[in-house]
């Protein structure tokens, strides 16, 4: 059985182009073809399309009618094709992203903030928490790691390392006194990231001239959040070990100093990680692209 859609542009090219011969060349088939459709249509009607002699053939009154409406008729499935091909191809939906706390609200935000004014049919669920999620089961498309990466058979796209730096409050550092190596700050009151994953980071690293210095640190405080640990630094409660995008408006604006400025803080690993069974949508996918050429290595 012929396509019918199939038919009426058959049809169609016949009337316009004068011939079956010419419609067979525009729509890349046989003109016994071309005939073999308009046959299968006249049939289907039961009256005759077109009038043909061995000179040139002529538009019946049925098939004048019936012209117009095939046209009208692929018009529209034309169109439909064009919008189907649209909605492919164009980023929309809902896309859910988990990233640590911290990070999420100072460093993700504005990345997706940007990349929604980009794609405006794109609505975002940003879940802000340092557990480690399972993407599949909780229906997360992609997640932001900070640190090691375990095996998780999870697609890894390595980004931008994350670099700390410590600082402290004028006040806190005029009482205390300023550390010049990090074995000092084993005398200061140091504020600490507490994972809910793993044990407060509580051993801190420092490098220079090719050398590790890893100093056990003291800490009266500790939080779950790296704005709270820069609030209380601001406070003046002690130094702490936070990112540099966070603390970057308080260095600015000289509410902290940055602590052993000699001495480079060790950047954490940074990945974008999704899952290889996820079918790459164009939401997915542009969202992938940003975030590489956003925290570019």
């Known amino acids: 059985m012929l396509d019918r859609l199939t038919s009426m542009a058959a049809f169609v090219k016949a009337a316009d182009a004068g011939s079956f011969t010419a419609a067979a060349i525009s729509l890349g088939?046989?003109?016994q073809m071309v005939a073999k459709h308009i046959v299968a249509l006249e049939n289907q009607l039961g009256g005759k399309l077109l009038a043909r002699t061995t000179r040139h053939q002529r538009l019946t009154e049925l098939g004048r009618t019936y012209h117009e409406r095939c046209k009208?008729?692929?018009?529209?499935?034309?169109?439909?094709?064009?919008l189907a091909a649209q909605v492919k191809s164009e980023p929309r939906g809902l896309l859910r992203i988990s990233a640590?706390?911290?990070f999420g609200a100072h460093g993700l935000v504005?990345?997706?903030?940007?990349?929604?004014i980009a794609h405006p049919l794109v609505e975002i669920d940003l879940v802000l928490t340092d557990r480690f999620v399972d993407l599949v089961e909780e229906g997360f498309e992609a997640a932001l790691r900070i640190g090691p990466l375990e095996d998780s058979g999870l697609i890894a796209r390595k980004l931008t390392p994350y670099?700390?730096?410590?600082?402290?409050?004028?006040?806190y550092l005029a009482k205390r006194g300023v550390p010049v190596d990090p074995a000092d700050l084993a005398a200061h009151d140091c504020?600490?990231?507490?994972?809910?994953?793993r044990?407060?980071?509580?051993?801190?690293?420092?490098?220079?001239?090719?050398?590790?210095?890893?100093?056990?640190?003291?800490?009266?405080?500790?939080?779950n959040d790296g704005t709270a640990l820069v609030s209380a630094a601001i406070e003046g409660a002690g130094v702490v070990l936070a990112p540099e995008d966070v603390l970057r408006d308080t260095l600015t604006s000289g509410r902290l100093v940055r602590v052993l400025p000699e001495y480079e803080t060790p950047s954490r690993s940074m990945h974008l990680l999704f899952?290889?069974?996820?079918?790459?949508?164009?939401?997915?996918r542009s969202f992938i692209d940003a975030a590489a050429e956003h925290f570019r290595p």
């Open 163 to 171: 670099r700390l730096v410590a600082a402290a409050a004028p006040a």
């Open 100 to 102: 640590p706390i911290t």
């Open 275 to 284: 899952s290889p069974d996820r079918r790459q949508t164009p939401k997915l």
């Open 29 to 31: 088939i046989s003109a």
């Open 191 to 197: 504020l600490v990231y507490a994972y809910r994953s």
């Open 110 to 116: 504005p990345l997706l903030t940007r990349y929604q």
């Open 199 to 223: 044990n407060p980071d509580r051993q801190w690293q420092f490098q220079r001239d090719g050398r590790t210095h890893t100093v056990d640190v003291r800490c009266r405080f500790q939080a």
């Open 72 to 82: 009208l008729i692929l018009a529209e499935v034309e169109a439909a094709d064009a």
